[in-house]
């Protein structure tokens, strides 16, 4: 079985910084891509950062320059470092988890996400 465990999530001020944490567990075979997707209240669910095993990212036009998504494969964890924070980033933040689970024989890949975290960006 595999776990998503993010952590970081919180209330702040606008223009101050969060780090949100999420940690990949189970018979994890390989990791290909982890990211980070937000929800608000009324809206879809939107990507907002994604990393590849290779260390490709891509970012949402609206976090580019601010936020800054990492990885330690050696920990099977994503970290999302958010700078300049606006009350628009307020949303419920997922880890997703693209990844191929075993038993060898029989592995598949599948997506994967974590149970969300609140951030709140507000004065």
């Known amino acids: 079985q595999v776990q998503l465990v993010e952590s970081g999530g919180g209330l702040v001020q606008p223009g101050g910084s969060l780090r949100l944490s999420c940690k990949a567990s189970g018979n994890i075979l390989n990791i290909y891509a982890m990211g980070w997707y937000r929800q608000a209240p009324g809206n879809q669910r939107e990507l907002v950062a994604r990393?590849?095993?290779?260390?490709?990212?891509n970012y949402a036009d609206s976090v580019k320059g601010r936020f800054t998504i990492s990885r330690d494969n050696a920990k099977n964890t994503v970290y999302l470092q958010m700078n300049s924070l606006k009350p628009e980033d307020t949303a419920v933040y997922y880890c997703?988890?693209?990844?191929?689970?075993?038993?060898?024989?029989?592995?598949?890949?599948?997506?994967?996400w974590g149970q969300g975290t609140q951030v709140t960006v507000s004065s």
């Open positions: 997703n988890a693209d990844l191929r689970v075993g038993p060898i024989v029989g592995a598949v890949r599948n997506d994967y």
């Open positions: 990393i590849t095993s290779s260390g490709s990212t």
